[in-house]
């Protein structure tokens, strides 16, 4: 089984809407995952918005994609470069630790990751 961040193992980012890259609710990855979906994160309107102005519109529904659209507060396993530029403009969403992939603590240093951490 794949392991988080966190050295446990990889728990589900979102079954509803269904996320990852294998659309298995999951944020696992493999070398045909060039955009890296590994990254857990629960949506804010700022992110959205953020991911819209710079060409990957997440709000609107893509029903030939069978890709409903995102809202705040969904969670996505999001590009690990998207949410990287995201941090450096000032609008990161939350990161579900629990749910990012380990190879995600290769780009990104866990310090800047538990800033990020979701909380219910």
Do not use: Y
Not at 29 to 38: L, N, V
């Amino acid at each position: 089984m794949a392991k988080n961040v966190i050295g446990g193992d990889l728990q589900a980012c979102s079954m509803q809407p269904k996320t990852g890259f294998f659309r298995d609710g999951c944020c696992h990855t493999s070398k045909e995952d060039r955009g890296m979906h590994t990254l857990c994160a629960v949506m804010t309107q700022d992110f959205l918005l953020f991911g819209k102005s710079m060409g990957n519109d997440l709000i609107t529904a893509r029903p030939d994609f069978d890709f409903p659209g995102l809202k705040e507060g969904d969670r996505w396993c999001v590009c690990l470069g998207r949410w990287q530029e995201a941090l450096d403009a000032g609008f990161a969403p939350p990161v579900v630790l629990q749910a990012t992939h380990a190879s995600v603590a290769e780009f990104v240093d866990l310090d800047i990751l538990r800033a990020h951490e979701w909380r219910s």
